[in-house]
């Protein structure tokens, strides 16, 4: 069985170039951001509302890590509006609307869908908490579709937004996208 060489041998001049392809990070081409790692970026090219927005954590959640994110800190956040306000939908709802924005800006680029749809579920299991109820499963289960009838506006509002979030956030990718076609023919 022959076997080839892996490596030239030792009397043969090494061509001057690296074994490993450019994206190994030696040699080869380098991408715009590796092109400006070096450059120092001056404070006054970039507004203070940016540079504030920079100093965010910027996770990036799966679908089901999104659901679960927006899910459980609703369901936290209702609980501790129940012990401290009384059960309060209205400052629920204005919550609502931040966690709607969150859940829209941290999800992944490839899962941009689920937050949309992890919102409005995520509004329903963090009214359980503060929905009136008369004991038993029946009541609460009245009192959950109570509040939704009666408070949908903040639902619609935080699905909205989140929506409007996603939207725009994919129509930048596809932008990007489109572009990088046209460089590359």
């Not at 129940?82 to 899962?111: E, H, K, M, N």
């Not at 639902?155 to 930048?172: D, H, M, N, S």
Request: charged share 15%; aromatic share 6%.
């Amino acid at each position: 069985m022959e076997q080839h060489r892996t490596r030239p041998p030792q009397s043969q001049p090494s061509r001057g170039g690296s074994p490993l392809p450019p994206q190994a990070g030696r040699g080869g081409a380098r991408t715009a951001r590796q092109a400006g790692a070096g450059v120092p970026r001056t404070a006054t090219s970039v507004s203070p509302l940016v540079q504030a927005v920079r100093r965010f954590p910027n996770p990036r959640l799966t679908g089901l890590g999104s659901g679960l994110f927006c899910t459980a800190s609703m369901f936290a956040l209702a609980c501790l509006i129940q012990l401290l306000f009384g059960a309060s939908i209205v400052v629920y709802g204005v919550l609502f609307l931040p966690v709607c924005v969150l859940t829209a800006v941290w999800v992944r680029r490839a899962d941009l869908v689920t937050a949309v749809v992890a919102v409005p579920i995520a509004f329903a299991v963090g009214l359980l908490p503060i929905a009136d109820s008369e004991g038993g499963f029946g009541g609460r289960l009245m009192g959950l579709v109570t509040a939704l009838a009666m408070h949908a506006g903040w639902l619609y509002g935080g699905t909205l937004l989140a929506g409007v979030i996603v939207t725009v956030r994919k129509a930048r990718m596809m932008t990007r996208k489109a572009a990088q076609r046209r460089r590359a023919v």
